[in-house]
């Protein structure tokens, strides 16, 4: 059932950024002249990532929507409603018709549809981890949770291909209907992932709570009253996600707009991201040996750092040097992907394992979803007009460096041992 789990959690967050890496790659060549060509190129291509960050707006109510429900009613009820209302959404985005056919209603609807995403990726990711980690034998966990991370690079590598496979069509076709053909294809992929998730059991540690009588009434009052100090933990720690955002959605407008094509770039980090489907398991067994902290605050601090490397070698043009950098970035980079899965977690007790790591960590996505956006204001004019850029990168994954060494190691504690807010925060 462990594996079962961790194959639920992969298959369910494979289809969140599956369907996350659609909307992001659209977002950076085709939503602006679909949707917003009336602005003009740069503001089409600036409301299209304003329209892609929307979503994260929703997913802090996702999370207390589908926390409620999975730390009151189970994880896997949560989960299966999670992933379909996500490819649901997903797959009307491809149907939606653009500006040119029905004029403001376009931009309208799909505004409403990324926020349906976004409600529906709050509560994601964290109810996959939850389940994954309180299956897992124990001196596993990070390793079994991390196939929720595994999911995350998964899709990520799935949406780069489908839009691989129609980037090279004719740019009128592309526009007209070859940029949809990827997001009708997320429906059969949730119906695979909604079929595994439904042979799952709930976790022991639930079942034992229910039987217990351990279920809080509200969890989201449970966790802002005694764990209030953990979700700001995880809120700051969750701005690591920016390495994410810069590599699979700001890199590709940038160097694009410096002579990379869009095709060779997507090529080029897709074979990046299957890079992360090998490091991650590898990153994921160091942390269960040594601890979370270390890892994390590791890969937060290189990844910075190469904030000042990546921008300036993405801005050549050159194919080889792109590769190299974004190559150098995610592999520092995924570690902190690999080890959020466990240690989020294990931050929050069994009453409220949902609830706490969803809730905070969509508040600190909030930022994540804008940074995109963000980044492209941030530009200047001239040969280090990307150091702004590299700035605001850089400290958000500072800021997440800082958070974690405020945070106590978990690796060796037992689930039922975390309670309240005070041994949860506190340092070894």
């Keep these: ?30 939503l602006g002249p679909v949707f917003f060509a009336q602005l003009g190129p740069l503001q089409a291509t600036l409301a299209a990532f304003i329209t892609f960050g929307s979503a994260f707006v929703a997913r802090p109510l996702g999370a207390v929507l589908f926390g409620h429900l999975g730390d009151r009613k189970g994880r896997r009820a949560a989960l299966v409603w999670s992933v379909t209302l996500m490819g649901m959404a997903t797959t009307a985005v491809g149907l939606l018709p653009g500006y040119t056919a029905i004029g403001i209603a376009a931009p309208v609807l799909l505004l409403v549809l990324r926020l349906l995403q976004g409600l529906s990726a709050g509560g994601e990711q964290a109810g996959s981890n939850a389940l994954s980690l309180e299956h897992a034998p124990g001196e596993a966990r990070n390793r079994f949770a991390a196939w ?45 992932a909604f079929a595994i ?84 398991p590898l990153w994921a067994r160091l942390s269960d040996r040594i601890g979370r902290r270390p890892v994390f605050i590791t890969s937060c ?40 899965a466990a240690w989020f977690a294990e931050l929050f007790p069994t009453s409220v394992r949902y609830t706490g790591p969803a809730f905070g960590g969509q508040v600190g996505m909030i930022v994540v ?52 807010d005070d041994s949860v925060a506190a340092r070894p």
């Design 1 to 30: 059932m462990a594996t079962r789990a961790a194959t639920s959690a992969l298959l369910g967050s494979s289809v969140e950024y599956f369907d996350f890496t659609l909307f992001a790659t659209a977002s950076a060549l085709f």
């Design 148 to 192: 929720t991370m595994q999911g995350t690079s998964l899709g990520t590598l799935l949406g780069k291909l489908a839009f691989l496979s129609v980037v090279w069509l004719p740019q009128p076709a592309l526009l007209a209907w070859g940029w949809r053909l990827p997001f009708l294809a997320a429906g059969p992929f949730m119906l695979v």
């Design 197 to 280: 998730r439904r042979t799952v059991t709930e976790p022991p540690p639930f079942t034992a709570m229910v039987v217990t009588g351990g279920v809080v009434r509200i969890p989201l009052a449970e966790v802002l009253t005694r764990h209030w100090r953990a979700v700001l933990l995880v809120a700051l720690a969750s701005l690591f996600a920016v390495g994410g955002a810069v590599l699979n959605v700001y890199g590709l407008s940038y160097a694009t707009a410096r002579g990379t094509s869009p095709g060779a770039y997507l090529a080029m980090i897709s074979v990046v991201t299957a890079l992360g489907l090998v490091l991650q």
């Design 301 to 340: 601090i290189l990844a910075a750092a190469l904030y000042f490397a990546y921008l300036p070698a993405l801005g050549t043009g050159n194919l080889l040097l792109v590769g190299l950098a974004s190559t150098a970035m995610l592999a520092a980079w995924c570690a902190a992907n690999a080890v959020s």
């Design 369 to 420: 979803g804008f940074a995109p956006a963000i980044m492209t204001s941030l530009e200047g004019a001239g040969d280090l007009g990307w150091l702004p850029v590299a700035g605001f990168g850089a400290s958000c994954l500072a800021l997440a460096a800082g958070a974690a060494s405020f945070t106590g190691e978990t690796v060796h504690r037992r689930l039922d041992a975390v309670g309240s």
